[in-house]
């Protein structure tokens, strides 16, 4: 277990903007106590400082997860965020897209979002950024990637997809193992 | 559909009007003469039919004397065979092929018959010729009566008298034959080798039921030559047979239960608990996860009313386990008795809390959850794959406070101590849960059983080791499994008692069975029966058993305990040598 390093710190932090823009900064200073980014085994764990210096004290290889898992750097050092983190993104999101209930189970099966099942999106989603995607009564599902703007939506053809699967809660139980 | 009944009610309204059934034929009437089923009148006899009833008689007694003999033989012919025939079956026929030929159903075809000819011929009003051979045989009968002091008609009396003794020896003999049934029968012993699997199963069960009457009434319904072991005996081997259970589970269960519980309990092993889900307090509340269910077609009630976050679910539409309310971590499905230790264990918020075996971390969760997310959660697990399940149930559920590790329970003290209560849900038999596991049943033996309490008594001693008891809020250890025998369960108890410095408290717990203080002449510290015991029959639980227990002081246990301890590894790890297969502990 170890701080990011600068690197990784802006690499995570390119990741995240995207997701919830400044308030980044809403997860560093809380006013509950201080929370910060751990890198352990490739994966960034996000907790308060408390839990992490205790779980300094187990032994590396035995440690399997602290805190909340935000996601891996891959081999070619790129961050992944994982549906784990969703907690956290979810509350300071800037761009929503809400589905329509019968779409809600096609992309909790991890299906990319048709128009027909987009229910509500945020005003002025520029395309190709990232979205986080809610039912219809505001639970968070998962998130994606915009694949219109909100602009161009409301001229698509209804079969046409306009958020890219990325992330689902159903990966609770797809992939359990590949989660942290 | 279809006709109007007729009815002989002369209130009923006659049809009428200008429709089809008005026009209808009615019933139809007979005269008087036709409807009279028994003619009684009496019909005129011709003189020449005079002269030919004479005459008939003459020929019947003449026929008689010389049928003496033929019937003499045949009678005593069938007593010899036994069978009670009834006169009126042979009267019919004479002649010597009797034996063989005899008439088909004639006897209920002719009864009433019979008696109108006896009365015809008290007449003397014989009816046609085609009624000759029954006109003899009630004659016979009717001579009978006349004079009985014929000596055929002596011998008759006596084969009658003799077939009656026949019949009341055979009803005693069908009676006895009853109550015989209903007493025990031992099987031989060449009967319970070769008959024991392909037993028929009710009578089976039949046995069960009559052999613990006897023994709840031993002194009354005993058989005399038969000991209380033989019952127990055959009552333990049947049991084997009809719930299929190996023969050193079946011991246990008869050990631990009175007679009349133990079919309850092995019929409760039969069906499954109900699939109870625990309600997440950190993402939402129990009414809104219920609305929120029954409108997903799942019909779900409250569990109970010593819980306030418990679902009981009855059927249901959809996969219960994979609702998105599910994948949103809004409940967690989790058997009831799962619920009790961690309520025992009542962790307060902002302390540090070790659950030492959780995987898959249901319990763990509800401990975050009570915690409200604040302090720490320690949540290990011996096994790495099982403790993945950990990891992805403490996110889902949204619990931030957690730190998941895989250590080994047995020396987890070595890197972490100073937690303010820990929970020990030790790998077990899994002698309580035989509805989810039915392998149970057959699967374990003396040396499973051994190897679960030395790893149990192992585990707890360490995570007594790990806990603060200076703590101003806590020093608790509540220890629980999914077992029921004593062996898991009051022994390891009583050996932590022994070992280290922990007193038994109060689980907290309103309902449950108490603790056993004395099994089988051991007997164990008298607040053992702070413990609670849950049995699938008495509470609709998985079978269960918690304790809580309290450290007081930081010293080791006197210097004979610590020898002994030391024992104790060296034994472990020999029988860990003994065998390197993986243990199969089923484990909650």
Redesign the interface.
């Known amino acids: 277990m170890r701080p990011l390093t600068d690197d990784e710190t802006k690499i995570l932090f390119e990741k995240l903007s995207k997701y919830i823009g400044d308030n980044i900064r809403m997860l560093l200073e809380r006013p509950d106590g201080l929370y910060t980014f751990r890198l352990h085994r490739e994966r960034v764990y996000y907790?308060?400082e408390?839990?992490i210096k205790?779980?300094s004290?187990?032994?590396r290889k035995?440690?399997?997860?602290?805190?909340?898992?935000f996601g891996r750097f891959t081999k070619t050092r790129k961050f992944r965020l994982h549906i784990?983190a969703l907690?956290f993104v979810a509350p300071y999101a800037k761009f929503k897209v809400w589905l329509k209930p019968n779409a809600?189970?096609q992309f909790?099966y991890g299906h990319n979002v048709v128009k027909t099942g987009l229910g509500r999106i945020t005003e002025n989603t520029p395309k190709y950024n990232g979205v986080i995607v809610y039912?219809m009564n505001d639970?968070?599902?998962g998130f994606g990637v915009a694949a219109k703007s909100t602009i161009e939506c409301r001229a698509a053809d209804p079969m046409a997809l306009v958020v890219f699967h990325q992330a689902d809660?159903?990966e609770?139980?797809r992939n359990?193992?590949a989660?942290? | 559909m279809g006709r109007r009944k007729v009815t002989d009610d002369k209130s009923a309204k006659p049809i009428r009007g200008p429709g089809r059934k008005s026009k209808k034929q009615g019933e139809p009437t007979f005269p008087k003469e036709l409807a009279q089923t028994e003619p009684t009148d009496k019909r005129k006899v011709s003189s020449r039919g005079k002269q030919r009833a004479r005459k008939r008689l003459e020929k019947d007694k003449l026929k008689q004397t010389i049928n003496k003999n033929t019937k003499l033989k045949t009678a005593t012919k069938r007593q010899s065979d036994g069978e009670s025939n009834d006169e009126e079956q042979i009267n019919g026929y004479t002649d010597e092929n009797q034996q063989w030929l005899k008439p088909k159903k004639k006897k209920e075809l002719f009864d009433d018959d019979d008696e109108q000819n006896e009365e015809s011929m008290d007449e003397d009003v014989p009816y046609d010729d085609q009624f000759n051979e029954m006109e003899s045989s009630s004659e016979e009968e009717d001579n009978d009566n006349d004079e009985p002091k014929l000596d055929i008609e002596k011998q008759s009396k006596k084969i009658r008298e003799k077939q009656r003794q026949a019949k009341e020896r055979s009803e005693q003999e069908l009676l006895t034959n009853i109550q015989q049934h209903e007493k025990v029968q031992f099987p031989s012993g060449q009967e319970v080798t070769k008959e024991a699997p392909q037993a028929d199963l009710q009578l089976l069960m039949h046995r069960i039921r009559e052999v613990i009457n006897v023994l709840n009434d031993f002194k009354n319904k005993r058989e005399a030559n038969r000991s209380r072991k033989e019952y127990l005996d055959l009552l333990r081997q049947d049991l084997c047979n009809y719930y299929s259970y190996n023969e050193f589970l079946m011991n246990k269960i008869l050990d631990l239960f009175p007679l009349a519980e133990v079919i309850d309990f092995l019929e409760a092993n039969e069906v499954q608990r109900p699939v109870t889900i625990r309600t997440n307090t950190l993402k939402t509340r129990r009414r809104d996860l219920a609305q929120a269910l029954i409108n997903r077609g799942v019909n779900v009630d409250p569990l109970d009313k010593w819980t306030k976050v418990g679902l009981v679910i009855y059927n249901s539409q959809v996969p219960i386990?994979?609702t998105?309310?599910y994948?949103?971590?809004h409940y967690m499905l989790q058997g009831a008795s799962s619920f009790l230790p961690c309520m025992a264990l009542a962790p307060q918020p902002n302390e540090?809390v070790l659950d030492m075996c959780a995987a898959p971390g249901g319990k763990a969760t509800y401990i975050g959850a009570l915690m409200r997310n604040s302090g720490?959660l320690v949540a290990n697990d011996a096994n790495?794959d099982r403790?993945?399940?950990?990891?992805?149930n403490?996110?889902?559920l949204?619990l931030?406070?957690?730190?998941?590790?895989?250590?080994d329970g047995r020396h987890f003290s070595e890197?972490?101590g100073g937690f303010d209560r820990c929970l020990v849900d030790a790998p077990c038999s899994g002698a309580g849960v035989i509805a989810k596991d039915q392998a149970v049943k057959s699967s374990k033996d003396e040396k499973d059983i051994q190897r679960c309490f030395t790893a149990q008594r192992q585990i707890l001693l360490n995570a007594i080791d790990s806990i603060n008891e200076n703590s101003t809020t806590g020093g608790y250890i509540v220890y629980s499994t999914c077992s029921i025998l004593v062996e898991e369960n009051e022994a390891v108890v009583q050996y932590a008692l022994n070992n280290r410095p922990v007193k038994i408290v109060e689980t907290g717990l309103e309902f449950g069975v108490e603790g056993f203080t004395n099994f089988k002449g051991t007997s164990f510290h008298p607040f053992m029966k702070y413990c609670r015991r849950y049995y699938p029959h008495l509470h609709n639980l998985d079978g269960f058993f918690v304790a809580k227990l309290k450290k007081y002081s930081t010293k080791q246990g006197n210097k004979k305990e610590s020898e002994t301890i030391e024992k104790e590894k060296k034994k472990a790890e020999e029988e860990e040598e003994e065998d390197d297969s993986p243990e199969a502990m089923a484990d909650d």
């Open positions: 907790c308060s408390a839990i205790y779980a004290n187990f032994p035995e440690l399997l997860s602290f805190g909340t898992c784990t907690d809600e189970q909790l039912t639970v968070p599902l809660v159903g609770f139980l359990e193992d989660l942290t | 386990g994979a998105p309310e994948l949103c971590g540090r720490i790495k403790a993945r399940a950990i990891i992805a403490t996110h889902r949204g931030t406070n957690t730190i998941v590790t895989n250590l890197h972490m």
